[in-house]
């Protein structure tokens, strides 16, 4: 709220860029924040019109995005999630802007609203969606996570363009998220004209030939998930969760924490899918180098120079194994980039898009 209230102040007291660095502030803290939800909040707690007027016209000139409509302050209208059914399941997703579509494709203990930091950058110029993958989200589970495997979650994602009547889309992808996204491309060429993956980290990809493998990286990096098992063998899927982000972040026990609340309420909101995530066999074919000689979309493998270096190595494996994919890195940043640089990834997206 500090920075919301920085962002429509300083704009009248003739301090113009410090109303923008607050809103750059407010949009990392609160991702996808819009001036419709700013004026909603306000509206709650019966600010008057006249009012909301002069905080709205400060808030644009301040650059914060708008989605929606708020010319009358009495019924303000903010994009919500929708729903939908794809094979079954009920899958949340967010559609917003128009033009070339771009989804967006999350990773592990997440779900569409991972993607919040690209909300109103890619839909001020692209068509931006963001799904909900099966048992990710706040949708009832039909079952007990028998489904949960690669290839229900790639028949997912092709079912789920096709029911929004998706032409030759864009397909994002962070870590995980990246097997449905390949085997889909692979399964369904005609629906994906190009691929964007950060970190897509599988082990099958390694080399086991290369005498320059780090296997010493990766057997320090994998020593964190001692924690999340031990907690899991507890009962305890708060705290297993909370082990597996500073895991993948790389992050000191305990800093969990310190993360910005929306990233803590998405990863608690899917604690019950990490036991399928180191239960399940997860049957579907592995992401091999062999598998990604037949994936011959343009993809863009983006990994991070902080990344610890068995994924990193694993990064540029799959650019290697992929016949069509190009690699590129984002400075200062791990596994934690698309949430620390938005901008910058987003950057890349789109000289990947217009290309």
């Known amino acids: ?22 809103v750059r502030n407010l949009q990392l803290i609160a991702p ?19 009012y909301l007027e002069k905080m709205k016209q ?6 914060l995005p708008s989605r929606g409509s708020s010319s009358d302050s009495n019924d303000i209208f903010v994009p919500h999630a929708k729903i939908i059914q794809i094979n079954g399941a009920s899958v949340e997703y967010m559609d917003l802007g128009e033009g070339v579509p771009v989804v ?30 099966r048992y990710f989200g706040s949708q009832r589970w039909l079952d007990k ?13 092709i079912g789920f363009i096709e029911a929004l009547n998706l032409q030759s889309v864009f397909l994002v992808s962070w870590s995980a998220g990246a097997r449905a996204a390949s085997i889909a491309a692979i399964n369904r060429p005609d629906l ?60 000191r026990p305990g800093q969990f924490e310190t993360e910005v609340m929306p990233i ?34 343009p993809t863009l493998v983006v990994h991070g120079t902080k990344t610890n270096q068995w994924w990193q190595y694993l990064s540029r494996r799959y650019a290697e194994c992929a016949p069509n994919a190009t690699l590129k890195t984002i400075s200062g940043v791990n596994h934690a980039g698309p949430i620390r640089k938005p901008d910058v990834l987003f950057a890349l997206i789109s000289e990947f898009i217009d290309h």
């Open 264 to 297: 803590r309420m998405v990863v608690l909101d899917s604690a019950r899918t990490l036991p399928l995530m180191f239960d399940s066999d997860s049957p579907g074919p592995p992401i091999t180098c062999d598998y990604l000689a037949g994936l011959n979309t």
């Open 58 to 63: 400060a808030l644009i000139e301040a650059g």
């Open 145 to 157: 996570g028998e489904q949960f495997s690669n290839h229900v979650a790639a028949d997912d994602l």
């Open 192 to 251: 994906v004209q190009g691929i964007v993956h950060f970190e897509p980290v599988f082990d099958t990809l390694a080399d086991l030939d290369d005498n320059e493998t780090p296997d010493e990286a990766r057997d320090k990096h994998y020593g964190g998930f001692s924690r999340v098992g031990e907690y899991l063998t507890t009962d305890n899927p708060d705290s297993a969760v909370k082990a597996f982000l500073e895991t993948v972040f790389e992050l």
């Open 1 to 22: 709220m500090s920075h919301l209230q920085l962002a429509y102040t300083l704009p009248y007291l003739g301090k113009l860029d410090e109303a923008r660095k607050a």
């Open 104 to 133: 967006f494709v999350h990773g592990a203990i997440s779900d569409y609203r991972t993607w919040a930091h690209y909300q109103n950058l890619v839909s001020d110029k692209y068509r931006y969606v963001s799904y909900s993958r």
């Open 32 to 50: 996808g924040m819009t001036v419709e939800q700013a004026l909603q909040t306000y509206r709650v707690y019966c600010f008057p019109d006249a």
